[in-house]
DNA sequence: CTTAAATATGAGCATATACTCATATACGCG
DNA sequence: CGCGTATATGAGTATATGCTCATATTTAAG
Protein backbone atom coordinates (compact mmCIF):
# COMPACT_ATOMS: atom_id res chain seq x y z
CA UNK A 1 0.00 0.00 0.00
CA UNK A 2 2.55 2.59 -1.36
CA UNK A 3 -0.47 5.57 -1.18
CA UNK A 4 -0.85 5.40 2.38
CA UNK A 5 2.43 7.13 2.70
CA UNK A 6 1.36 10.57 1.17
CA UNK A 7 -0.92 11.10 4.70
CA UNK A 8 2.09 12.48 6.48
CA UNK A 9 2.99 15.18 3.75
CA UNK A 10 1.12 17.91 4.15
CA UNK A 11 2.06 21.41 3.75
CA UNK A 12 -1.24 22.76 5.08
CA UNK A 13 -2.18 21.28 9.10
CA UNK A 14 -5.37 19.83 8.56
CA UNK A 15 -8.38 21.94 10.15
CA UNK A 16 -10.39 20.19 12.90
CA UNK A 17 -14.14 20.47 12.46
CA UNK A 18 -16.15 21.24 15.41
CA UNK A 19 -19.25 19.69 15.80
CA UNK A 20 -21.58 21.96 13.88
CA UNK A 21 -19.53 22.28 10.88
CA UNK A 22 -18.99 18.90 10.90
CA UNK A 23 -22.53 18.61 10.72
CA UNK A 24 -22.86 20.40 7.67
CA UNK A 25 -19.99 18.06 6.11
CA UNK A 26 -21.97 15.23 6.93
CA UNK A 27 -25.16 16.58 5.28
CA UNK A 28 -23.79 17.53 1.97
CA UNK A 29 -21.93 13.99 1.81
CA UNK A 30 -25.99 12.59 2.78
CA UNK A 31 -27.36 14.33 0.23
CA UNK A 32 -25.36 12.92 -2.64
CA UNK A 33 -25.53 9.65 -1.07
CA UNK A 34 -28.95 8.56 -2.76
CA UNK A 35 -28.80 7.11 -6.37
CA UNK A 36 -31.72 9.10 -8.10
CA UNK A 37 -30.21 12.39 -7.00
CA UNK A 38 -26.54 11.51 -8.43
CA UNK A 39 -28.89 10.33 -11.74
CA UNK A 40 -30.11 13.61 -11.84
CA UNK A 41 -26.82 15.71 -11.36
CA UNK A 42 -25.23 13.65 -13.87
CA UNK A 43 -28.04 14.66 -16.47
CA UNK A 44 -27.60 18.18 -15.47
CA UNK A 45 -23.31 17.68 -16.32
CA UNK A 46 -24.91 18.78 -19.93
CA UNK A 47 -26.48 21.94 -19.03
CA UNK A 48 -29.83 23.22 -17.38
CA UNK A 49 -33.10 21.35 -18.08
CA UNK A 50 -36.69 21.70 -17.02
CA UNK A 51 -38.07 19.31 -14.82
CA UNK A 52 -40.61 17.53 -17.35
CA UNK A 53 -36.90 16.49 -19.15
CA UNK A 54 -35.09 15.11 -15.92
CA UNK A 55 -38.66 13.19 -15.19
CA UNK A 56 -38.24 11.67 -18.95
CA UNK A 57 -34.50 10.92 -18.57
CA UNK A 58 -34.37 9.21 -15.20
CA UNK A 59 -37.74 7.55 -15.40
CA UNK A 60 -38.90 8.76 -12.37
CA UNK A 61 -41.89 9.80 -11.01
CA UNK A 62 -42.97 13.67 -11.62
CA UNK A 63 -43.46 13.59 -7.46
CA UNK A 64 -40.29 12.09 -6.57
CA UNK A 65 -37.63 14.09 -8.99
CA UNK A 66 -39.77 17.18 -7.44
CA UNK A 67 -38.78 16.68 -4.19
CA UNK A 68 -35.46 15.34 -4.83
CA UNK A 69 -34.65 18.55 -6.76
CA UNK A 70 -35.77 20.23 -3.85
CA UNK A 71 -33.13 18.74 -2.22
CA UNK A 72 -30.33 19.26 -4.03
CA UNK A 73 -31.40 23.09 -4.14
CA UNK A 74 -31.17 23.28 -0.73
CA UNK A 75 -28.05 22.28 -0.15
CA UNK A 76 -27.23 24.73 -2.75
CA UNK A 77 -25.77 21.90 -4.89
CA UNK A 78 -28.54 23.05 -7.88
CA UNK A 79 -29.90 26.66 -8.85
CA UNK A 80 -33.42 26.95 -9.26
CA UNK A 81 -34.94 29.48 -12.34
CA UNK A 82 -38.29 30.02 -12.90
CA UNK A 83 -39.57 30.38 -17.14
CA UNK A 84 -42.79 31.16 -17.54
CA UNK A 85 -44.63 27.71 -16.78
CA UNK A 86 -41.55 25.28 -16.93
CA UNK A 87 -38.49 25.48 -13.61
CA UNK A 88 -35.02 25.52 -14.96
CA UNK A 89 -32.43 23.48 -12.56
CA UNK A 90 -28.70 23.91 -13.14
CA UNK A 91 -25.57 22.89 -11.24
CA UNK A 92 -24.03 25.71 -9.38
CA UNK A 93 -21.45 24.21 -7.34
CA UNK A 94 -19.04 23.62 -9.43
CA UNK A 95 -16.59 21.40 -6.61
CA UNK A 96 -19.68 18.98 -7.64
CA UNK A 97 -17.33 17.95 -10.80
CA UNK A 98 -13.90 17.58 -8.89
CA UNK A 99 -16.03 15.65 -5.81
CA UNK A 100 -17.30 12.94 -8.44
CA UNK A 101 -14.46 12.10 -10.18
CA UNK A 102 -12.73 11.90 -7.50
CA UNK A 103 -14.97 9.43 -5.80
CA UNK A 104 -15.00 7.30 -8.88
CA UNK A 105 -11.64 7.43 -9.18
CA UNK A 106 -11.22 5.81 -5.62
CA UNK A 107 -14.03 3.42 -6.66
CA UNK A 108 -12.44 2.16 -9.58
CA UNK A 109 -9.10 1.86 -7.65
CA UNK A 110 -11.28 -0.28 -5.27
CA UNK A 111 -12.48 -2.69 -8.37
CA UNK A 112 -9.09 -3.05 -9.84
CA UNK A 113 -7.80 -3.93 -6.20
CA UNK A 114 -10.38 -6.93 -6.62
CA UNK A 115 -9.83 -8.07 -10.00
CA UNK A 116 -6.07 -8.09 -8.83
CA UNK A 117 -7.39 -11.23 -6.62
CA UNK A 118 -8.85 -12.58 -9.16
CA UNK A 119 -5.99 -12.32 -11.56
CA UNK A 120 -3.59 -13.29 -8.92
CA UNK B 1 -22.02 33.37 -11.12
CA UNK B 2 -18.58 33.49 -12.43
CA UNK B 3 -17.65 29.70 -10.92
CA UNK B 4 -20.43 28.40 -13.70
CA UNK B 5 -18.04 29.34 -16.40
CA UNK B 6 -15.93 26.62 -15.74
CA UNK B 7 -18.60 24.03 -16.55
CA UNK B 8 -18.25 23.70 -19.94
CA UNK B 9 -14.40 24.17 -20.40
CA UNK B 10 -12.74 20.03 -19.84
CA UNK B 11 -10.33 18.50 -21.50
CA UNK B 12 -11.66 14.93 -20.59
CA UNK B 13 -15.15 13.95 -21.47
CA UNK B 14 -17.07 13.34 -18.66
CA UNK B 15 -18.19 9.61 -18.26
CA UNK B 16 -21.42 8.68 -18.04
CA UNK B 17 -22.05 6.47 -14.93
CA UNK B 18 -24.09 2.51 -15.72
CA UNK B 19 -26.51 1.47 -12.93
CA UNK B 20 -24.45 -0.26 -10.74
CA UNK B 21 -21.45 2.13 -10.96
CA UNK B 22 -23.91 5.31 -10.01
CA UNK B 23 -25.26 2.86 -7.12
CA UNK B 24 -21.60 2.44 -5.92
CA UNK B 25 -20.63 6.29 -5.87
CA UNK B 26 -23.60 7.02 -3.94
CA UNK B 27 -23.30 4.25 -1.58
CA UNK B 28 -19.68 5.76 -0.86
CA UNK B 29 -21.21 9.57 0.11
CA UNK B 30 -23.92 7.67 1.84
CA UNK B 31 -21.47 6.32 4.07
CA UNK B 32 -19.60 9.48 4.59
CA UNK B 33 -22.56 10.95 4.89
CA UNK B 34 -23.17 10.27 9.23
CA UNK B 35 -21.24 13.03 11.34
CA UNK B 36 -19.87 10.03 14.23
CA UNK B 37 -18.54 8.09 10.77
CA UNK B 38 -16.70 11.20 10.11
CA UNK B 39 -15.69 12.00 13.63
CA UNK B 40 -13.97 8.92 13.30
CA UNK B 41 -12.14 9.71 9.76
CA UNK B 42 -11.05 13.04 11.50
CA UNK B 43 -9.50 11.49 14.21
CA UNK B 44 -7.72 8.77 12.60
CA UNK B 45 -6.35 12.03 10.20
CA UNK B 46 -3.48 12.02 13.09
CA UNK B 47 -2.60 8.19 12.45
CA UNK B 48 -3.68 4.59 13.67
CA UNK B 49 -5.54 4.17 17.14
CA UNK B 50 -7.17 1.15 18.35
CA UNK B 51 -11.09 1.40 19.16
CA UNK B 52 -11.29 2.56 22.79
CA UNK B 53 -9.00 4.72 21.81
CA UNK B 54 -11.43 6.08 19.14
CA UNK B 55 -14.41 5.71 21.90
CA UNK B 56 -12.86 7.79 24.28
CA UNK B 57 -12.34 10.71 21.80
CA UNK B 58 -15.85 10.43 19.93
CA UNK B 59 -17.86 9.74 23.04
CA UNK B 60 -19.67 6.96 21.61
CA UNK B 61 -20.35 4.05 22.95
CA UNK B 62 -18.37 0.98 22.09
CA UNK B 63 -21.01 -1.15 20.40
CA UNK B 64 -21.84 1.81 17.77
CA UNK B 65 -17.95 2.60 17.21
CA UNK B 66 -17.44 -0.61 16.37
CA UNK B 67 -20.14 -1.12 13.80
CA UNK B 68 -19.56 2.47 12.49
CA UNK B 69 -16.07 1.20 11.90
CA UNK B 70 -17.06 -1.87 10.40
CA UNK B 71 -19.05 0.10 8.00
CA UNK B 72 -16.28 2.20 6.99
CA UNK B 73 -13.86 -0.43 6.23
CA UNK B 74 -16.46 -2.23 4.54
CA UNK B 75 -16.58 0.94 2.21
CA UNK B 76 -12.84 0.74 1.88
CA UNK B 77 -12.00 3.34 3.61
CA UNK B 78 -10.47 1.86 6.19
CA UNK B 79 -8.14 -0.86 7.11
CA UNK B 80 -8.02 -2.89 10.13
CA UNK B 81 -5.31 -5.02 11.50
CA UNK B 82 -5.38 -6.74 14.89
CA UNK B 83 -2.51 -7.04 17.51
CA UNK B 84 -3.16 -8.79 20.09
CA UNK B 85 -6.11 -8.29 21.93
CA UNK B 86 -6.65 -4.84 20.30
CA UNK B 87 -7.57 -3.70 16.96
CA UNK B 88 -6.14 -0.76 15.15
CA UNK B 89 -7.75 1.26 12.66
CA UNK B 90 -6.12 3.40 10.01
CA UNK B 91 -7.64 4.98 6.84
CA UNK B 92 -7.10 3.23 3.96
CA UNK B 93 -8.23 5.87 0.71
CA UNK B 94 -6.40 8.57 0.84
CA UNK B 95 -8.43 10.39 -1.29
CA UNK B 96 -10.85 10.86 1.64
CA UNK B 97 -8.33 13.86 2.44
CA UNK B 98 -9.24 15.41 -0.82
CA UNK B 99 -12.57 14.94 -0.53
CA UNK B 100 -13.28 16.21 2.90
CA UNK B 101 -11.28 18.85 1.76
CA UNK B 102 -13.36 19.71 -1.13
CA UNK B 103 -16.75 19.76 0.83
CA UNK B 104 -15.50 21.64 3.40
CA UNK B 105 -14.01 24.44 0.61
CA UNK B 106 -17.42 24.19 -0.85
CA UNK B 107 -18.78 25.15 2.54
CA UNK B 108 -17.07 27.62 3.43
CA UNK B 109 -18.35 29.46 0.17
CA UNK B 110 -21.73 29.14 1.00
CA UNK B 111 -21.41 30.14 4.34
CA UNK B 112 -19.57 33.42 2.81
CA UNK B 113 -22.41 33.77 0.42
CA UNK B 114 -24.86 33.33 3.37
CA UNK B 115 -22.73 36.04 5.30
CA UNK B 116 -22.89 38.43 2.26
CA UNK B 117 -26.37 38.82 1.93
CA UNK B 118 -26.05 40.51 6.02
CA UNK B 119 -23.15 42.27 5.58
CA UNK B 120 -25.25 43.56 2.00
C1' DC C 1 -63.02 33.40 -16.08
C1' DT C 2 -62.12 28.63 -17.48
C1' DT C 3 -59.08 25.35 -18.69
C1' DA C 4 -54.84 23.01 -19.21
C1' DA C 5 -49.98 22.27 -18.32
C1' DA C 6 -45.87 22.23 -15.24
C1' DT C 7 -44.33 21.86 -10.79
C1' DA C 8 -44.73 21.51 -5.74
C1' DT C 9 -46.48 19.52 -1.62
C1' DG C 10 -49.38 17.13 2.21
C1' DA C 11 -50.22 12.57 3.95
C1' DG C 12 -49.31 7.92 4.54
C1' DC C 13 -46.61 3.81 4.00
C1' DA C 14 -42.39 1.09 3.57
C1' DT C 15 -37.76 0.54 4.35
C1' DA C 16 -33.20 1.59 5.87
C1' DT C 17 -30.28 2.62 9.39
C1' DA C 18 -28.47 4.58 13.74
C1' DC C 19 -28.53 3.52 18.42
C1' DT C 20 -28.64 0.67 22.74
C1' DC C 21 -28.41 -3.44 25.70
C1' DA C 22 -26.92 -7.68 26.38
C1' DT C 23 -24.03 -11.22 25.09
C1' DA C 24 -20.70 -13.63 22.13
C1' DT C 25 -16.05 -14.12 20.49
C1' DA C 26 -11.05 -13.74 20.53
C1' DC C 27 -6.96 -13.25 22.87
C1' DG C 28 -3.45 -12.94 26.58
C1' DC C 29 -2.20 -14.26 31.22
C1' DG C 30 -1.57 -16.82 35.43
C1' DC D 1 -8.21 -24.31 32.16
C1' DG D 2 -10.33 -20.10 34.18
C1' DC D 3 -10.41 -15.19 34.19
C1' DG D 4 -10.17 -10.48 32.50
C1' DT D 5 -9.85 -7.30 28.62
C1' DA D 6 -10.89 -5.65 23.91
C1' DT D 7 -13.87 -5.91 20.24
C1' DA D 8 -17.80 -7.68 17.56
C1' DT D 9 -22.51 -8.81 16.96
C1' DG D 10 -27.64 -10.38 17.52
C1' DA D 11 -31.95 -8.40 18.58
C1' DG D 12 -35.03 -4.80 19.30
C1' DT D 13 -36.48 0.02 19.02
C1' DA D 14 -36.65 4.69 17.32
C1' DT D 15 -36.15 7.76 13.73
C1' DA D 16 -35.19 9.39 9.21
C1' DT D 17 -36.09 9.29 4.60
C1' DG D 18 -37.51 7.62 0.00
C1' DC D 19 -41.52 6.63 -2.50
C1' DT D 20 -46.40 7.08 -4.11
C1' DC D 21 -51.06 9.01 -4.63
C1' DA D 22 -53.77 12.68 -4.65
C1' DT D 23 -54.21 17.43 -4.67
C1' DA D 24 -52.62 22.28 -4.40
C1' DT D 25 -50.30 26.11 -6.68
C1' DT D 26 -48.65 28.83 -10.41
C1' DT D 27 -48.76 30.47 -14.91
C1' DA D 28 -50.10 30.74 -19.78
C1' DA D 29 -53.65 30.62 -23.28
C1' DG D 30 -58.18 30.98 -25.12
Redesign the pocket.
Known amino acids: MSSARSLSRRSTPRVRLNEGALEMVARRF?VLG?P?RLRLIQALFAGKK???ALVAETG?????I??????LTQAHILS?Q?E????FYEIADPSIFQLCDQVCGSLQQDIARQADVFEG
Request: proline content about 0%.
Open positions: AEMHVNGTQANSRHLQTRKGLQV
